[in-house]
């Protein structure tokens, strides 16, 4: 045989096994059938504040120990059948700690984060989470030290929550 009749024959080869399998494509499809039940869909998070009085974790010396340094929210809309009515935004939130003091020892069971959500339009606390430091482990970056906690919890999705702020401190 000659060179040029491989490429004719590769082709005439191709379009055959594609013929073929031409009437197999209906009974390989199967349809998936995607419940709206639980969709999860992004939805706008509310700001943050890092008031200046409760960024610091102070030590017993009153020494600057551990600071917030950031904080990270991831906000969706949780959809039920139930209706609009009983919709959840589920919040993520990842907070950010510098460490100022090595060698520092922390009380676990004393030292507490809050995160107080609240109404900016009549500057009134609608809830405040208390929840206690994980050490992490460490990352060093330009010579700093961090940590980090993640959290996660659930509020009402309603007009409301267009005026609220989260405020993140250390319990005093």
């Known amino acids: 045989m000659r060179l040029n009749y491989y490429p004719a024959l590769v082709i005439i080869l191709l379009l055959f096994n594609s013929c073929t ?40 010396k009153r020494e600057k120990v551990i600071k917030i340094r950031g904080v990270k929210l991831n906000c969706e809309i949780l959809k039920n ?35 107080a959500i609240v109404n900016e339009k009549n500057k009134n606390i609608k809830a405040k989470i208390l929840s206690k430091i994980k050490i992490e482990p460490y990352k060093k970056v330009d010579g ?13 999705n309603n007009d409301q929550n267009k005026n609220l702020t989260f405020y993140y401190g250390f319990q005093k």
């Open 21 to 60: 399998n031409l009437d197999n494509v209906n009974e390989k499809t199967k349809k998936v059938v995607i419940s709206n039940k639980n969709k999860k869909t992004e939805a706008s998070c509310p700001n943050y504040y890092i008031p200046e009085e409760t960024k610091y974790l102070l030590n017993a």
């Open 81 to 115: 059948l139930k209706g609009e009515k009983n919709q959840k935004i589920t919040i993520n939130q990842t907070i950010y700690y510098q460490v100022l003091k090595n060698k520092t020892k922390i009380n676990k069971n004393n030292t507490f984060v809050y995160t």
């Open 144 to 156: 700093k030290i961090y940590f980090k906690n993640n959290n996660k919890f659930k509020i009402n």
